[in-house]
């Protein structure tokens, strides 16, 4: 099975700093997506961010960026200036025939 | 608005009786979704549609089925529910320019006792 692996269960950032999740993930296409979603808790599961695998280009969305490295099979989240409303649990997921596949989520808390 | 719609939010039924789940959205997507979630964990992917009369089992085998009548409604059915299907419900749509990006629902929280 082709596999979402994040390493990090639990993490943890000051409020207004910068905190890095880690994603790899393993696939045998050549043409996929890769995403990070964000569930509060008891809340609606919203998209983050997306990558196209074809683009070499770093997506960026206001304060969230990725480090996408297509050999290494890596595309982490970077969240700069964290805000209380950035705590949620966050799933790294890879796209490809129109499927999802999950990894198990890593939780980050924002302390004020 | 275009969103995607799940009811009923919350439910608590007992042993063996039948359930539906509904799902609809007005986002005009062809593809939509069905995923179960114990709190804290990771999606588990359980059907998929394609379009109308489209229907595929996903990687996490249930007892659940589903239907796809219409493009906007797609229904998940438990014949005789039991307390191992106590889990989160969530829906999901894509299509359109959107590729492979899934708009999720705000689940279900079923338990069944």
């Known amino acids: 099975a082709q596999t979402v692996t994040q390493s990090q269960p639990e993490m943890s950032v000051q409020e207004a700093e910068t905190v890095t999740l880690s994603c790899t993930y393993d696939?045998?296409?050549?043409?996929?997506?890769l995403f990070w979603y964000k569930q509060p808790p008891s809340r609606q599961m919203i998209l983050v961010i997306r990558q196209e695998a074809y683009k070499q280009q770093n997506a960026t969305e206001n304060r969230f960026s990725v480090n996408f490295q297509k050999a290494a099979k890596s595309f982490s989240l970077k969240i700069s200036d964290s805000q209380l409303g950035d705590a949620a649990m966050y799933f790294c997921a890879r796209g490809s025939n129109y499927k999802l596949t999950f990894g198990k989520g890593t939780l980050l808390t924002v302390n004020p | 608005e275009a969103d995607i719609y799940q009811t009923p939010r919350y439910l608590v039924i007992g042993t063996g009786k039948k359930i539906t789940l509904e799902c609809s959205q007005t986002?005009?997507?062809?593809?939509m979704y069905w995923y179960q979630q114990d709190p804290g964990m990771e999606l588990h992917l359980i059907h998929y549609?394609?379009?109308?009369?489209?229907?595929e089992k996903g990687d996490l085998s249930s007892e659940s089925t589903v239907s796809r009548i219409r493009t906007e409604h797609f229904p998940l059915t438990l014949e005789s529910a039991r307390p191992s299907h106590t889990s989160q419900y969530l829906c999901a749509s894509s299509g359109g320019t959107g590729g492979h990006e899934q708009f999720f629902g705000p689940g279900t929280r079923l338990t069944v006792l």
């Open positions: 696939t045998s296409e050549s043409d996929y997506y």
């Open positions: 986002m005009g997507h062809d593809k």
């Open positions: 549609s394609y379009g109308v009369n489209s229907t």
